[in-house]
């Protein structure tokens, strides 16, 4: 599919008015925020920072006043109280003139576009978009333009560009997300705050332990096991420009100006190079000054291929900077250090200890007083040479610095004093180009036509008409000279016609007016907020919704349905033990397909339904997947919207489920997917059971499964443990597959063991350490008319695979209460179980009351 070629924009982030005037002074052609309104929730990933409902039109005004679009991240998963919310806040950014949403929310895109259709969707990142047909997934929910996973290769990119001509979005630098976007359940699990709500607690950069078999792998200097390094893809922009990607985006809503002028620029001008087919021309001072603005380690990671050795380094978290030595030895007042970096007094620097303290303590650091060489003061010292660095009193504990250290500058003064020309900027720095046309015949009033790069234009006359020249007449050369003097308008002018009709005379002071003139009135033109049809669509919607749920519920009969009993197994010993049961049918996540063909004609002998589970993920070269998939004659469970895609003009299909990775958290989203050919849907686990109670009144309680026992998969990531750190491969070609033969665990700080599982893709899933258990809400959910209910195992015992579904089928038969079934199953667990993501917090029936059908 031919793609149109594009001039990138350059996307940068902003959390407040300090970035957003650095962005736009280095050239940033869009930014993106979150809008927080006066009353209620903001809808966006970023929640402690953004702009306020009220100053939104300004903000809005201001930035299209200078050539910059403003895209509003809508970016989390909405629940069913919020709908209405949503709405009204839909529509007030509509109104406000914002050029487009970025939106996460199935549903909400689809309400979104059809409350404002001239209102661009992006489908964020948080989507899971890494082939075309995730794409054409979003498009059918109204997106133009989808934001691009960034775990994807740069052959990846260029292959989905081929296949689509959707608008693509790619992150090219800022921090990456050990897991998948919009698939990350940490913060949910563990502290009862969505990843997918802007509540993110960062748990991929706390320290853990690896098990291996059960046993303690020492990992030398590594604890930061899933802590990536920060994504810098400069040198990848030339090929990106060629493939036709539409939009390159800097994340860091978090990050001060300096970071956000710094990196705007290094973009805007790699981009103006390729695309003007120049090499690219960044320095290695400019590279610096990129790395100690923020960093974790810059690296282009995952757009480069895979290198498993490479994203996750393990020593620490956070903003290392730029590495400026090696501890040699300590003195009585200060750290002797090897430099590879000049330093100066002033400079922030940290030694990195790493991990050979326990406990860890403070990293030790602070702002160096001086440099001293042979008992002397220097005030500089060559790169290769070692000189003692002293600090000042108490902030540095020579006790606590160990040769071989590295050193690290996080904090240079003389980055601040480079950047500020673009943070305290009186006129604009940053300009876009302008054409002219004067008209001057003699007789008639001359006439100024400027019009920017949209192609907005706007005239202006002088009220005179032109008069005979008596000395100099107009020329083009004069003209332009004048008409140049755009400074302090935010335009330079780029070309200029002139329509010139005898020897006319105008004094430079009516030049000088009506240059000024035309350009107040093309900003006030660039300023207004677009016209926009805005209608109301929520209610219709519901109202249709409430309707078809009528003509769909269930005929009401004498007996209740009886429950069922859907069991997930990831092992043939698990099978073994489930078979010996024979639960209502049998879903099989296999890391080998090699195991699946046979284990799908043993369900198939006993008479049992099966299901085969897909993976989350599906890349450009992973679609023959859904072919074998098919080809097994079996269920599916799906858990990627891309395959869900190419699934629909399947002829003859299999019966399919959707699973809690296509992320319904409300009724518009999760009727739209069953609308898609699913015979059922499984909830977010971003849903805590009673709003899984109210998604089941509204789409009907036969259309949910529901888990009722699992551990949680709290990552979901790329990035695969077993090759980093028990090969020294790089990826599945050479890494031996210890997948295959070791089992391994991530021990946290509290001491829970969480056990590492590779699916077919080496995508690594990490699961909570301790099931989580429905029993306390059971009864409520069969109340509510659900009546499928999965359990799901990792790596438990046939034993205990045995003993989890006699405990269920007991408590659904009547046979024991809900404390019984929780004690039975806190026996069976090897580190106690959990409530988890089920947990309904107090206050919550304050909450607004659900939409009405």
Known sequence: MARARVKPEVMSPVGGWPQLRAAVEAGADAVFFGVQPAQGQGFHARAKVGFSAEELPDIMRTLHERGVQGFVTFNVLVFDRELRDAERQLIHLAESGVDALIVQDHGVARLAHSICPD??????????????????????????????GRELSLRDIGRIAAQTDMELETFVHGALCVSYSGQCFSSEAWGGRSANRGQCAQACRLPYEMLVDGEQRDLGDARYLLSPGDLYALHQVPEL????????????????????????AAYRKAVDEAWAGLPLSVTPDEER?????????????????????????????????????????????????????????????????????????????????????????????????????????????????????????????????????????????????????????????????????????????????????RNRALDEAGLREQLGKLGGTGYHLAALTADLSGPGFLPVSQLNALRREAAEQLTALRGQAPERRIIPRLEEVLGAEGRRRKAEAPQPTAHTPQPRLHVLVRTPEQLDAALAERPDSITLDYLELYGLKPSVERVREVGLKVRVASPRILKPTEQNLQKFLLSLGAEVLVRSGGLLEGLQDVPDRPALTGDFSLNAANVLTTRALLDLGLERVTPTHDLNARQVTDLAALVGPERLEAIAYQHLPVFHTEHCVFCRFLSEGTDYTNCGHPCESHRVALRDERGVAHPVMADVGCRNTIFEGRPQVAGRHLQDWLAAGLRDFRLEFVHETPGQVREVIRAHRAFLAGELSAAALEAALERQADQGTTEGSLFVPEGFDRLPALPVL
């Open 119 to 148: 209102l661009p969707i992006h489908g964020s990142t948080q989507m899971s978009i890494t082939s075309a047909e995730g794409a054409e997934l979003a498009r059918r929910f109204g997106a133009s333009r989808v934001v691009l």
């Open 289 to 469: 000054d990129l790395e100690q603005a923020y960093s974790r380690g810059l690296g282009p990671h995952f757009m480069s291929g895979t290198n498993h050795q490479q994203v996750v380094r393990g020593r620490a978290p956070r903003h290392r900077g730029v590495r400026v030595g090696t501890v040699r030895g300590t003195t009585e007042r200060g750290v002797l250090v090897e430099l590879s970096e000049e330093v100066r007094p002033g400079d922030g620097l940290v030694f990195d200890p790493a991990n050979w303290r326990a406990p860890e303590g403070r990293e030790e650091g602070g702002f160096l007083y001086g440099l001293w060489q042979r008992g002397r003061q220097v005030e500089d010292v060559r790169p290769g040479e070692t000189a003692e660095l002293r600090f000042g009193r108490g902030a540095v504990d020579p006790a606590r610095v160990r040769p071989g250290d590295p050193v690290w500058r996080t904090q240079d003064p003389g980055l601040s004093a480079r950047v500020r020309p673009l943070l305290e900027a009186g006129d604009p720095v940053y300009t876009r180009p302008v054409t002219a046309h004067f008209r001057g015949h003699l007789g008639e009033v001359p006439a100024l036509t400027l019009t920017d790069e949209g192609g907005r234009s706007v005239t202006v006359t002088l009220p005179d008409p032109l008069q005979p020249a």
């Open 241 to 264: 420009v060629r493939l036709g990607i539409d939009c390159l985006k800097i994340e860091g809503r978090y990050k001060d100006a300096e970071f956000v002028a710094l990196t705007t």
